[in-house]
């Protein structure tokens, strides 16, 4: 059973089309996060959610929009892509704010390319 | 704010060398140090980690050791195998913060 999984792996789209990127946790954590990985891998946070509410929000414009149906799932949508957003998206979870120990477990990852 | 920084890669070895990989912080408080490895085609996972000054993380023969006075947390193997192969992150989390601060990675080849 994969404990954190991505849906699609793989994504290619054209500039100005919006896309989803779907992610769900078997794990029973409280926490769960995306980070983008650009092509020199440099990751960055976007977004944490706490059981449903949004905790961490970083500069990231406003194209992107996170939503957490449930503390298991944690949904990105990106509208009108542009090219700069090409980029592998990782989402991930960890135990919840009172017993985080920083430990994440990620997703495979999700290849978006806007062409 | 809080930021890590490691030295650039990549680095390539040959089998049985022995690896370093630096990597210093910033941070206001006492953060909590960790090394991830990003295997090929893979998330990330964790490797080791250290919650405090002087703490020694080791996993899979890795080593790091948290200098609170050097702002240090390098990453060491004796003696690297092929398998080894990936990029390392180091990463800190301030206490109270759900947020992890990554490095820009080291891209690590072992051959054979």
């Known amino acids: 059973d994969t404990a954190v999984s991505q849906t699609p792996k793989y994504l290619v789209t054209q500039m100005g089309n919006d896309k989803s990127i779907k992610c769900e946790q078997n794990?029973?954590?409280?926490?769960m996060y995306w980070y983008k990985q650009d092509s020199k891998k440099f990751l960055k946070i976007m977004f944490s959610?706490?059981?449903?509410?949004?905790?961490i929000n970083e500069t990231v414009p406003n194209r992107f929009s996170p939503k957490s149906p449930d503390k298991a799932h944690l949904n990105l949508h990106i509208n009108s892509l542009e090219l700069g957003d090409s980029a592998v998206y990782f989402c991930?979870?960890?135990?919840?704010?009172?017993?985080?120990?920083?430990?994440?477990?990620f997703g495979e990852g999700s290849r978006l390319t806007v062409l | 704010g809080n930021s890590v920084t490691q030295m650039e890669g990549p680095v390539t070895l040959s089998e049985e060398a022995f690896l370093t990989i630096n990597c210093t912080y910033t941070a206001t408080g006492y953060p909590s140090l960790f090394w991830y490895v990003q295997y090929p085609g893979e998330g990330l996972q964790l490797l080791l980690k250290?919650?405090?000054?002087?703490d020694k993380g080791s996993n899979k023969g890795f080593e790091a050791t948290y200098r609170k006075e050097t702002t240090s947390f390098h990453l060491e193997k004796g003696s690297v195998q092929v398998s080894d192969s990936a990029v390392y992150f180091c990463?800190?989390?301030?206490?109270?913060?759900?947020?992890?601060?990554f490095g820009k990675g080291t891209k690590l080849t072992v051959n054979p």
């Open positions: 794990l029973g954590h409280d926490t």
């Open positions: 250290a919650t405090k000054a002087d």
């Open positions: 991930a979870s960890s135990r919840g704010q009172t017993s985080n120990t920083g430990e994440l477990f």
């Open positions: 990463a800190l989390k301030e206490g109270g913060s759900e947020k992890l601060v």
């Open positions: 959610y706490n059981n449903k509410e949004l905790i």
